[in-house]
């Protein structure tokens, strides 16, 4: 593995530790229109769109792990839950669109449908108790909006931050 790919995993590494924390340990009382921003989704979403499929599953599978021994539950159900958001976003190429901006947006949106499609799924599997129809009309458009909100700070934040550890110029499959 050359040094530019091995800096890379251990930023992602890093950065999916350090969201991972964050988001279950300071922001548990933190929310914004009545539910909590998901940070590790984000990025996820911006590190798949920007370096590639490759870099965003690390992401979720580390990313998933912090959030689920750091508290949201079953271990691995967070992973499982950001796993197809990873691969979705390899359907969308940055390059092909002058700004980031729709791509970070689309893909914001279906991720975060998608994410939580996934997490009341495997939560839920079996469950009637669980409050389907009010979770996909209340909680996840909720959700939708803000992480739009959060998602084009979080992309200039993640480019100022990722040029020193970026792999190679343009996307890695």
Do not use: H
């Amino acid at each position: 593995m050359s040094p530019k790919k091995m800096k890379a995993n251990l930023f992602i590494l890093t950065l999916a530790t350090l969201l991972g924390l964050f988001q279950t340990s300071l922001l548990p009382n933190l929310s914004i229109l009545g539910v909590r921003p998901d940070f590790v989704l984000l990025a996820v979403i911006i590190v798949g769109l920007v370096w590639g499929m490759k870099y965003g599953i690390l992401l979720a599978v580390v990313g998933g792990l912090v959030l689920d021994v750091s508290g949201s539950g079953l271990v691995g159900l967070s992973s499982v839950a950001l796993l197809p958001v990873a691969v979705l976003t390899n359907l969308e190429s940055v390059e092909m669109v002058e700004s980031k901006l729709p791509s970070t947006l689309m893909m914001t949106i279906l991720g975060t449908v998608l994410y939580y499609l996934a997490l009341m799924l495997f939560r839920g599997a079996g469950d009637i108790r669980l409050p389907w129809l009010d979770l996909l009309i209340n909680v996840v458009p909720l959700s939708v909006l803000v992480n739009c909100m959060l998602a084009l700070p979080m992309l200039g934040l993640f480019g100022l931050v990722s040029e020193r550890f970026q792999p190679e110029a343009g996307r890695d499959p």
